[in-house]
């Protein structure tokens, strides 16, 4: 009996572990097409001032809505992506899209100071070669200042780095394009290797916030983003950090010094109309 379960239970797995290969199969031939059919949009998610709750930006995040799995979040395409090269295309149509929207929002919003966007490159994107020109032609084409974006990479795409690739990271940053280093924390978190990166932005992952969700957080939890805000900030980086979803955490990290903050307490990613009418609302 007990084997019959036992061999039911592979069964299933086995049946499981099909219909995700199936699916992941069916998503990588799949998204091609999708890019010249429109499927994927981008939400946008508030990136807050800690001090006073208002907008300093806003992440893009790119979704597929699929017409038949509806709609699927960057985890489930993005390594497909990244393995087929169509990150490339699908990376260009995101950072153009996203960039004519601040634009946009920067027109109509002018008096609050300039709103930043921030879009991720993945390592297939840091390793093209005409990274550097294709953005320099989105920002020229749409108008808005190369300070209004950062591009986001994480600290994995990063590992080993030569100067052969940091330097179109080096060479937008010189034009005044603000490069986070992003997920920290999850990585080797090589706090000796920030020096040499071209970065002004340490996004703290998720996983930090996750640890202070108990009330009264973790005092080694604490302990350890108060060391690594204050060394960032030695080093003349912002900090940001994801994943703040509640007022608790949101009131820790900006007495531990954090600058900016992201994460569901603020908003979920959304549709652009949400980041204009927090705008206009001047704060969260
Ligand atoms: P990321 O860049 O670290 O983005 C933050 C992720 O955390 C987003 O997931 C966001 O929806 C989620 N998040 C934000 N606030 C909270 C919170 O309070 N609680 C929780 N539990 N989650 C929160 P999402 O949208 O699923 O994106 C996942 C990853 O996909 C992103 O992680 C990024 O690495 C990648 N990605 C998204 N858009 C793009 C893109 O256009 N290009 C590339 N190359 N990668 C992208
Ligand atoms: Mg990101
Ligand atoms: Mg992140
Ligand atoms: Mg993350």
């Known amino acids: 009996r007990a084997k019959a379960a036992g061999g039911n239970r592979f069964a299933l797995a086995d049946a499981e572990a099909d219909a995700r290969a199936i699916t992941r ?4 031939t799949a998204l091609p097409t999708a890019l010249d059919r429109g499927e994927f949009f981008i939400e946008y998610q508030p990136l807050v001032h800690l001090g006073d709750g208002s907008v300093h930006g806003a992440e893009a995040l790119v979704r597929w809505c699929h017409p038949q799995h509806g709609v699927l979040g960057p985890d489930r395409f993005i390594p497909l992506a990244e393995h087929t090269g169509l990150i490339v295309p699908l990376g260009r149509w995101v950072l153009e899209e996203s960039v004519r ?3 946009f929002w920067q027109e109509r919003h002018t008096d609050g100071g300039p709103l930043r966007i921030n879009v991720n490159l993945s390592p297939t994107q840091l390793h093209h070669p005409s990274l550097v020109a294709e953005t320099v032609d989105v920002l020229e084409r749409s108008g808005l200042e190369p ?4 591009l986001e990479v994480t600290e ?3 590992i080993g780095a030569d100067d052969d690739l940091l330097k179109p990271l080096r060479q937008l940053a010189e034009m005044g394009v603000d490069i986070a280093l992003d997920d920290f924390g999850t990585g080797y978190s090589n706090l000796a290797n920030l020096r040499r990166l071209p970065v002004s932005v340490l996004k703290l992952d998720r996983s930090f916030t996750q640890g202070m969700q108990h009330h009264p957080a973790d005092p080694v939890d604490l302990k350890i983003v108060e060391g690594i805000v204050s060394l960032a900030h030695s080093l003349d980086l912002a900090v940001t950090v994801e994943g703040v979803e509640t007022g608790a955490q949101a009131e820790q990290l900006r007495q531990i010094g954090c600058d900016t903050a992201q994460g569901w307490y603020y908003a979920r990613p959304g549709a652009p109309d949400r980041i204009h009418s927090l705008l206009l609302a001047d704060a969260v």
């Open 156 to 158: 994995s795409a990063l």
């Open 101 to 103: 929207q601040a634009n």
């Open 25 to 28: 199969h069916g998503l990588t």
């Open 147 to 150: 300070g209004a974006l950062c």
